[in-house]
């Protein structure tokens, strides 16, 4: 079967506002740019700018971080969508990063996708408050407001999250998708065992961390997927009472 990949984006235009604005998938565009489907949609943000990162072909999943979440169609949209979320928070409330992950169907170890890296800039509306705190004394809280809100002192600021967007490749692998997981654990010496983990994803082709802790730093993970192959491993490395490394490839 022949079928045609892309690599860069493909131009449309908006049936609304006749702007030109860019896609990235096969086939018929959608009707509107995004910046229109998020007002018809009353989204809580808008999207100013989407943009595509990186691309790889050919990447056989090997692992995943966990389950797809099917997402049912819902408003103008009509397409249903599978995602992932993992956040560093699962590994304690010390926590750093987020990963999410879209798809067209829940792909399962073995498959072999196309893996696009987006970046994507909302606007939202943002009102500063003050909040008292036990520990920290007063602290400052940002609360992000729907993009209708008619609220007073609101300030619109724009908000850049990146994404993963997986589909179905006819490629052959040449690469695989692994999620790889490093712990690190101290003692107060004499009690049970300690280790540590480090993570080395320089030679990985592409990679995206999260990672979490307790408060005290006692215990640490790290949460890494990463793209990788023969040539171009994912290396843990662990010292302390349990030595060794695990190599990902
Ligand atoms: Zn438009």
């Given at each position: 079967?022949?079928?045609?990949h892309?690599f ?35 989204r ?34 009509d ?15 010390d926590?750093?990063g ?28 943002m ?6 705190t036990?520990?920290?004394g ?26 993963l967007r ?8 040449t ?7 490093a ?64 190599i990902?490839e």
């Amino acid at each position: 079967m022949d079928r045609k990949h892309i690599f860069g984006a493909r131009v449309a235009v908006c049936h609304d506002c006749g702007k030109k604005f860019l896609f990235y998938h096969e086939g018929t565009p959608q009707k509107r740019c995004p910046i229109c489907t998020d007002k018809k949609q009353a989204r809580p943000s808008i999207v100013q700018k989407r943009e595509l990162l990186n691309f790889y072909d050919g990447i056989e999943i090997v692992s995943l971080p966990t389950k797809w979440v099917h997402v049912p169609p819902e408003g103008e949209r009509d397409d249903s969508f599978f995602k992932i979320v993992v956040k560093g928070s699962q590994y304690g409330a010390d926590w750093n990063g987020r990963i999410d992950i879209f798809a067209s169907e829940p792909f399962e170890n073995g498959d072999v996708v196309s893996i696009r890296e987006m970046e994507v800039q909302h606007q939202i509306k943002m009102k500063k408050r003050e909040r008292q705190t036990m520990k920290y004394g007063v602290v400052e809280v940002e609360d992000e407001l729907p993009i209708t809100s008619t609220e007073n002192d609101v300030e619109n600021i724009v908000r850049s999250r990146r994404y993963l967007r997986f589909e179905r490749s006819e490629e052959l692998p040449t690469a695989h998708l692994v999620y790889a997981i490093a712990y690190t654990k101290t003692t107060i010496k004499g009690f049970g065992r300690q280790f540590w983990a480090s993570v080395n994803t320089d030679t990985c082709i592409g990679s995206w961390k999260i990672s979490g802790g307790v408060r005290s730093g006692r215990a640490h993970t790290t949460g890494v997927i990463a793209i990788v192959s023969n040539e171009h491993p994912l290396i843990i490395t662990k010292t302390g009472d349990i030595e060794g490394e695990d190599i990902y490839e």
